[in-house]
């Protein structure tokens, strides 16, 4: 059975119950339902029309807790109603699932377990799965999220960048278990991409797809995190890249530049280039500056000294970092790369073992740790 | 979306304000502590922010490898052990700061006389897995 097919169709079908009538909470646990029978039913006899069975047996489903709602309530309304015929909305009707799974009110970790469950289609075991945290927990976390949003006019529309922070913070944090979820991310947001012509989704995209590129060259066969400069370029997903940069160059062309565009146009100067050696950090420290200018994140100043680094040597990095707070993520690990490079692997070592002390990941934690133990060794 | 722990301290962490020892409650009062902890339990799992909760045995027994073919050493309990664990919750939360508030209300738990303990617990965070965008 076509797994991906079918996910690729919750998000019509769902604004297709939701034009007809259905509350958003209800019309989603009705889709969830059919899409439980269609992985129950589809291996032996996949529909013709696959969407039009979804939304058949989704309806049904929706009817039929809505018709036990109202007895139960002594109340007869409007579910018996035929459905109105249905105009040709599915764009649309994606882009408002996408604004509504990011509303605003919601938390950024409601807002990722809807988009995934409402618009991309998985279950909750799978997104429990993927976040490490028991079924009944993100059950709730998705129920809470639905009545949160539930006030919300389907039709209004959301701000674009609420929705591509979410689809970021897919991409960039979660685990993979039975589902893939930075390919999961990639592909909900394609599917933005086709609904909403806009060049910061474009960038998106372009950057999910150029870092999604190096993921096999990221590990090492024991699990340990191989820097970039350290990684086997032979190993990147040429194709990947190539549709990255055409996406990428299309988006930049339109002349409004935003956060992603820019992210992705350093990832672009990276995966163009052949070795380490011949990365053009120059263009990238430029990058750095307008991304600095666009977003006043203190991770790009700090992301900015390492390139400054590169292009102007170390010491002009070490004092692009001084003017930075000391207390920022990861200030202690580009101070010792920064302070290796200048040929003091005194101070190196030491300031590795401190940023190792620091480390928000255990990947991260035991590569600075070997990069301090590595100085230390060649000092004896 | 990040984990945190909540760790509880038999020994080992500064005494709470309400610092009287469990066996001298009233049979009314260990019930209400715990109908307390299961409330909290059950609430997290309604924000969905729940993760797990264990409650610790007090005795250990400390265990080491002792050579090829030789059966481990074990040693201990030992009771000049300055930290000792009792339990933990994990939590999956927003922030800092809301892991900082379930833990202080988590440390309101009801104790002797039916007032909260003021306990303190001790707050660490995961180490998560490593973002896929890093530069």
């Keep these: ?380 | 979306m990040a984990k945190y722990l909540l760790l509880k301290h038999y020994r080992g962490a500064p005494a709470a304000v309400n610092d009287v020892p469990m066996d001298q409650w009233t049979p009314q009062e260990i019930s209400a502590h715990v109908q307390y902890m299961q409330d909290f339990a059950a609430r997290l799992e309604g924000t969905g922010e729940f993760v797990d909760g264990q409650a610790l045995a007090p005795e250990g027994t400390y265990v080491r490898y002792d050579g090829e073919g030789r059966p481990p050493v074990t040693d201990g309990p030992f009771a000049e052990t300055k930290d000792l664990i009792a339990g933990w919750m994990v939590i999956d939360v927003d922030s800092y700061e809301r892991a900082i508030e379930l833990a202080g209300e988590l440390s309101a738990a009801p104790g002797a006389g039916g007032k909260p303990i003021h306990e303190w617990l001790e707050v660490r965070p995961f180490l998560a897995a490593p973002p896929t965008i890093t530069e």
Excluded at chain 1, 152 to 164: K, N
Excluded at chain 1, 173 to 200: C, K, M, N, W
Excluded at chain 1, 268 to 293: F, G, K, R, S
Excluded at chain 1, 322 to 328: E, F, T
């Design chain 1, 1 to 380: 059975m076509n797994e991906a097919l079918l996910r690729s169709l919750t998000p019509s079908v769902l604004g297709i119950l939701v034009r007809r009538g259905a509350g958003f909470a209800a019309a989603e646990d009705a889709v969830q339902d059919a899409l439980v029978e269609a992985v129950r039913v589809w291996p032996a006899a996949e529909p013709r029309d696959p969407k039009g069975w979804l939304v058949t047996v989704a309806w049904r489903k929706f009817l039929d807790v809505a018709r036990a709602d109202a007895a139960r309530r002594r109340r007869e309304d409007l579910v018996d109603e035929e459905p109105a015929p249905e105009a040709a909305h599915a764009a649309d009707d994606t882009l408002q699932l996408y604004f509504l799974c990011a509303h605003p009110s919601l938390t950024p970790s409601s807002a990722v377990a809807l988009t995934l469950r409402a618009v991309g289609g998985l279950t909750t075991r799978q997104i429990a799965q993927a976040y490490l945290v028991p079924e009944a927990t993100m059950a709730q976390r998705i129920s809470r999220a639905k009545r949160t949003v539930s006030g919300v006019r389907f039709d209004q529309p959301g701000d674009v960048a609420t929705v591509l922070r979410v689809l970021y913070l897919v991409f960039n944090e979660g685990y993979s278990g039975e589902v893939d979820v930075a390919a999961e991310a990639i592909r909900l947001t394609r599917q933005l991409s086709a609904a909403f012509d806009h060049p910061e989704v474009a960038g998106l995209l372009a950057l999910m797809l150029l870092h999604h590129a190096r993921r096999a060259a990221r590990t090492a066969p024991d699990g340990s995190l191989v820097p970039l400069a350290e990684q086997d370029r032979g190993r990147w997903d040429t194709e990947l890249i190539a549709e990255g940069v055409e996406i990428l160059q299309a988006a930049l062309a339109r002349d409004r530049l935003g956060e992603f565009q820019a992210q992705a146009a350093i990832a672009a100067l990276h995966a163009d280039a052949p070795t380490a050696e011949e990365t053009d950090w120059v263009q990238i420290v430029e990058w750095y500056d307008e991304l600095a200018h666009l977003t006043d994140s203190p991770v790009v100043r700090l992301n900015r000294a390492v390139a400054v680094g590169e292009a102007d040597g170390p010491r002009a990095g070490l004092a692009a970092l001084m003017v930075l707070d000391d207390s920022l993520p990861r200030y202690a690990a580009v101070s010792a790369y920064l302070h290796e490079r200048d040929g003091d692997p005194a101070t190196a070592a030491r300031l590795y073992a401190e940023a190792a002390q620091q480390a928000p990941n255990l990947a991260e934690r035991d590569h600075l740790t070997r990069q301090a133990a590595r100085l230390n060794a060649r000092r004896r």
